[in-house]
């Protein structure tokens, strides 16, 4: 991961590069762990009660944003929130963006139904493991049916094997013709 070094002597020039570096150094590893669920998934919280959900986490098209709670509805929304800061040459710039996902309605609504939730690599591993067991289980299960088909096979082809060679008469008690 991306570093910066502050420890120098003679004072750090702290200039919008820096903060730049600093940012896309926090976003970029962020935005590869998001990918590891896909596209939209709830990653904690957002516990749904019926009618409200608590706050949390999510991805929304790879980006994790903060959930606020509010009144249930079907949909959910990206909203931001934009914060104007006067500079040093007096004009006011929009420069700091809260972004965060609620229940709400517009053209990106995402279906709150659709949204997995994702459970913790703890929970998968377990669930791994127990899919492993069961399968194995399996596995001794249709061996032992194997083995006694086998053996039956070889019950009846012991049975019939002197009509398949040719050699066995058959007497029936009807006259032939």
């Keep these: 991961m991306n570093k910066i070094d502050f420890s120098h002597p003679g004072g750090f020039p702290l200039e919008t590069d820096t903060l730049d570096f600093l940012q896309n150094s926090l976003a970029k590893p962020l935005q590869a762990l998001a990918q590891l669920g896909g596209d939209n998934y709830i990653l904690c919280g957002v516990l749904d009660d019926g009618f409200r959900a608590s706050d949390g986490w999510v991805v929304i098209n790879g980006e994790i944003l903060p959930f606020k709670s509010a009144l249930k509805q079907s949909t959910i929304v990206v909203l931001e929130d934009s914060k104007n800061v006067f500079f040093e040459n007096g004009k006011s710039r929009s ?8 229940f709400g309605t517009g053209l990106q ?3 709150f ?3 997995p939730r994702i459970s913790d690599l703890q929970q998968q591993k377990k669930r791994a493991q127990e899919m492993t067991a069961a399968h194995d289980s399996h596995k001794q299960d249709l061996k032992k049916v ?6 039956e096979i070889s019950t009846l082809q012991a049975k019939v094997a002197p009509f398949t060679t040719g050699g066995g008469m058959v007497l029936w008690q009807k006259p032939a013709n």
């Design 113 to 115: 139904a659709s949204l």
């Design 95 to 102: 420069v700091y963006h809260d972004r965060y996902v609620t």
């Design 146 to 151: 194997i083995d006694l088909m086998s053996t």
């Design 109 to 111: 609504a995402i279906n």
